[in-house]
């Protein structure tokens, strides 16, 4: 069913007494109803031949045709309805067709879907007016291969079902749907027959028009037959049809047109034997030589004097077929296109549905199959979310323009995205109306990387010409400067705006080279070879310069000379210095020989070349005894670790830097030498040695030596202290505890090892207080005094002891050493939560310093007085405000930023920077201080600031 529901149709049943559900339970029956527009045509055809075929159906009923003609177009619901037809009757199916007709009374088409000719019974129910009463009439107007009641009947449906009365015999007219009684006909009788005197009149005009008729015919730019519907003799032609089929009219004419002219089999004539329509249809006229030629034909049976004619027009289509078989060619060749070339294709319906993808568009999507995408609206498909404004700016240029050419957007590619280039045509019928749109995308992600790669190279390009130290400019064969760096610029003192209109001997003119064979160009364009040599060039200003000169011949693709690259090295300061180098040689020779330590050279294989200085004092040689022996042979101790150590620094041409080792002097003795050299390279960049010194570091190692057993005894000491010792550095954190902590406190030497006493819990909150004092006036260089604090063990004792620190130096830094010192005494230690804030409030506003306090969103919970005066405040009107509310904002944003690294970082930290106070440049100084909760996270931060004129303490 395609009209009624499951539950309406059941209900709609009950009420003749069928149980259309019971007898569906027992499988005796199959009930499907759905909604046509749910479906495709073909997927409604194919989901009921899969049901009959499943089922075994053999018998079924199809309500009704007339449902799908308000949702599909009538040709396509006409060759539904056939092969729906067609394929039940080869299943061997009895099957039921309902559809309405289009008028309530009166006549009515009988070929709904084309049935007409090929179902083997119709029945009618239909209105009739009688006697100014809507009555019902059921009459058989087809059976196929046998008679049938061909009487009209009145019949009604009751609750008990279809009750059919006796035939309408005293009535006329019922098909037209007003029927009349015979006694009402006679009149009618009468007015027939002057009907009929006017029609012998009408028939005498009509002989005439026949006349005229053939005139007609016979200009008519189509062919036209006209045949006798019972023999299927050409009884008529016109002289298109017979230019058309080759032969003259006589020749044509009381032939049977079966395989004469028309391709079909006698007894099965579309017409009269299979009851198509044939209208505008392509078919085949055989010509004079039996030859095909493609025709659109019209065919309709008329009568003409009470006897049935077929009446056939056609025109040949021949250039149409060849045209729609070069289109269809075209669009093969345009799908083996778009599935070869290298771009992605896609076909779109008017309404932005995909109608057919390419293979590449299929993978750069990520989908495997076609019927994943084909249907789908384009742009939530194709492109991401973020081009789609992009993507409906593109249709609506499209829609103003009719076309897309080039048009940059990215689109989705296996979860990421590409760059495309979209093109759009249309594709549209000969009324103008849209079928279909073809999207072309070519894929220019790789060209826009290597676009951009491009770019960037020629900037590396232009930066690393600019970062060159030498002079480079590019000169073209017709002698002007195309192109130079910054350093050639400077040398020339010309601007790359000013060299662009010069020739090359207009800037750094060389006397004996420009304008000569020598020329830098001439020559290279001669040789088509790379040279370098040194001149003497004038610059802008007119001072001479001397410069080492390298020239490049550049080429064109084609490999042709178009230009030479210079090569400038300004060597006027080395020709200055080559004398004084020479002069300088000599004294380095002397001076070697004063010199404290042993300078030296070796060769590739390590065997000294050259040495002096204190080679006797420090080996006990003579230099002579030592050149040609190898630096190896001196070696004394790890030999093969000291060797393997030159070695590696060779390969790589590596600085030796402070290399430590044992030497054998004369004697036996060993000495400690630290030997520093450099590689000495040839211009080919091989190694040729190496140029170093060697220096007597004997006594330093000694030093160091005692140093150690220094440093252990004091790590014995340390930790073998009665009283608990820490080492803290400038900002609280732990560097070293000695075992008697771990053992006061309960905390293992790892738990408090690099982690700042203000986060540990190992003190009071007022003892932290006091070291926070303290803290601040070791960070001011005052000396401390011993001071009470109160340890809290791991079990929650509290124990109270005395502090006393010292500055020391601990692994190269300054630090302080803390010992506590157990005080036993009578008294309880205080009572940490007995000390409130207005307690310390109090002692702040005693100090000269300026104090504040901030809350973790740098807002003011707390200033002294004289942080307040400085404003001309009350500390009451600062609190609950933030820096921006009393610092120009340059310095507001300075101070927070620092007081939120203080806060990320959970460190004190000591700030000085210079501002204009009172007219004058003062340092500020500031340290802030984390001010930490119970569980150790930051909830503010204390601080104090106070300045000095530059060199002058205030």
């Known amino acids: 069913g395609f009209e009624e529901s499951r539950d309406q149709l059941f209900r709609n049943a009950k009420c003749f007494g069928w149980d259309l559900k019971d007898f569906e339970e027992k499988g005796l029956l199959t009930v499907s109803c759905v909604y046509p527009a749910e479906k495709l045509l073909e997927e409604h055809l194919r989901d009921t031949l899969r049901v009959i075929k499943e089922k075994n159906i053999k018998r079924c009923v199809i309500d009704s045709l007339s449902a799908l003609s308000n949702h599909f177009e009538k040709d396509v619901l006409s060759e539904f309805s056939v092969r729906l037809n067609g394929f039940l009757k080869n299943y061997g199916v009895t099957t039921l067709l309902t559809a309405t007709t289009g008028a309530v009374i009166g006549s009515s088409n009988l070929a709904e879907g084309k049935l007409s000719s090929v179902t083997d019974n119709i029945v009618m129910l239909r209105y009739v007016e009688m006697q100014g009463k809507l009555e019902s009439v059921i009459h058989v107007l087809k059976v196929r ?76 730019q189509a062919g036209v037959l006209i045949i006798d519907a019972e023999t299927h003799e050409i009884v008529e032609v016109n002289s298109f049809a017979s230019k058309i089929i080759g032969l003259p009219k006589e020749e044509i004419t009381g032939n049977i047109c079966h395989t004469f002219v028309c391709s079909a089999q006698r007894g099965n004539c579309p017409i009269t034997d299979l009851g198509e329509n044939i209208d505008n249809s392509k078919r085949v006229l055989i010509t004079k030589d039996r030859g095909e030629i493609p025709i659109l034909k019209t065919a309709n049976l008329v009568t003409l004097n009470d006897h049935p004619y077929i009446i056939e027009s056609f025109v040949d289509i021949s250039d149409l077929v060849d045209a729609e078989n070069a289109l269809k060619e075209s669009e093969e060749r345009f799908k083996q296109f778009s599935e070869s070339a290298p771009v992605y294709c896609y076909m779109v319906a008017p309404d932005g549905r995909i109608l057919d993808i390419n293979q590449h568009a299929l993978d750069a999507l990520g989908y495997k199959d076609k019927e994943e995408v084909i249907g789908k609206k384009i742009i939530p498909t194709v492109y991401p979310s973020s081009q789609h404004t992009r993507a409906k700016e593109l249709v609506k240029k499209w829609l103003r323009e009719g076309k897309l050419r080039n048009e940059e957007i990215e689109i989705i590619s296996h979860g990421g995205t590409r760059t495309v280039l979209l093109s759009v045509d249309d594709v549209r019928d000969e009324e103008g109306n849209l079928l279909y749109s073809i999207l072309i995308q070519r894929d220019v992600t790789d060209l826009k990387e290597a676009e951009d790669a491009l770019h960037r190279s020629k900037k590396e390009m232009e930066d690393i010409l600019n970062a060159a130290a030498d002079a480079i400019r590019i000169i073209g064969r017709d002698f002007k400067i195309k192109r130079m760096n910054k350093t050639m610029e400077e040398l020339a003192g010309v601007s790359m705006d000013e060299a662009k209109d010069l020739h090359c001997w207009e800037m750094l003119k060389a006397e004996g080279l420009c304008k000569t064979k020598e020329c830098s160009l001439l020559k290279a364009l001669e040789t088509g070879e790379r040279f370098s040599r040194e001149a003497t060039r004038v610059r802008r200003d007119g001072t001479l310069i001397h410069t080492l000169e390298v020239v490049t011949p550049y080429r064109d693709e084609q490999g042709e000379i178009v230009g030479i690259i210079e090569d400038f090295r300004d060597i006027t300061e080395i020709k200055k210095t080559e004398n004084a180098l020479r002069e300088s040689e000599e004294r380095f020779r002397m001076i070697s020989q004063l010199a404290g330590d042993i300078i030296w050279e070796v060769d590739n294989n390590w065997k000294y070349t050259f040495i002096t200085g204190r080679v006797k004092d420090i080996l006990g040689y003579e230099p002579m005894d030592i050149l040609g022996r190898s630096l190896f042979d001196l070696l004394s101790g790890n030999e093969t670790e000291v060797k393997e150590s030159f070695l590696e620094a060779a390969k790589s041409l590596n600085h030796i830097k402070d290399l430590q080792y044992k030497s054998l002097t004369r004697d036996g003795r060993e000495v400690w030498l630290s030997t520093s050299a450099l590689p000495i390279v040839s211009e080919n960049g091989i ?29 014995v000491i340390f930790h073998n202290m009665v009283d608990p010792v820490v080492i803290v550095d400038a900002k609280g954190k732990i560097l070293e505890v000695s075992s008697t902590v771990e053992k006061v406190t309960g905390y293992d030497r790892e738990e408090l090892i690099g982690r700042n006493f203000l986060i540990l819990p190992v003190i009071t909150p007022r003892s932290k207080m006091i070291l926070i004092k303290n803290l601040m006036n070791r960070m001011m260089g005052r000396e401390l005094q011993s001071y009470e604090v109160t340890i809290v063990t791991k079990n929650g004792e509290k124990l109270p002891y005395e502090v006393n620190a010292s500055r020391i130096i601990y692994d190269g830094k300054t630090a302080d050493l803390v010992v506590f010192r157990r005080l036993y005494t009578t008294r309880d230690a205080y009572s940490d939560d007995r000390i409130s804030k207005e307690y310390y409030y109090t002692m702040f506003d005693y100090l000269p310093q300026k104090i504040f306090e901030k809350d973790k969103n740098l807002v003011y919970t707390y200033v002294n007085k004289v942080f307040a005066d400085s404003f001309g405040f009350s500390p009451e009107d600062i609190v609950g405000k933030t820096d921006f509310d009393i610092y120009p904002r340059e310095i507001a944003e300075r101070w927070q930023t620092e007081d939120k690294r203080v806060l990320e970082s959970g460190q004190p930290e000591e700030f000085i920077v210079e501002e204009l106070v009172d007219g004058k440049q003062v340092e500020v100084h500031c340290v802030r201080i984390p001010v930490f909760d119970e569980n ?3 909830k503010g931060i204390l601080g104090m600031i106070w300045s000095r004129e530059k060199g002058v303490v205030k």
């Open 145 to 220: 291969g046998s008679d049938h009641d061909r009487e009209l009947r009145r019949y009604e449906i009751t609750s008990s079902g279809l009750t059919i009365d006796e035939s309408l015999t005293n009535y006329e007219g019922v098909m037209t749907g007003v029927s009349k009684k015979i006694a009402e006909l006679k009149k009618e009788s009468e007015e027939l027959k002057k009907a009929l005197r006017e029609k012998e009149e009408a028939e005498k005009q009509l002989r005439e028009n026949e006349k005229r008729l053939r005139v007609i015919l016979d200009n008519l």
């Open 687 to 715: 190694l040729t040695g190496y140029r170093g010194i060697h220096k007597d570091v004997t006594k330093q190692k000694e030093m160091e030596n005692q140093i150690n057993e220094y440093t252990s005894r004091f790590k």
């Open 936 to 938: 150790g996270g930051s």
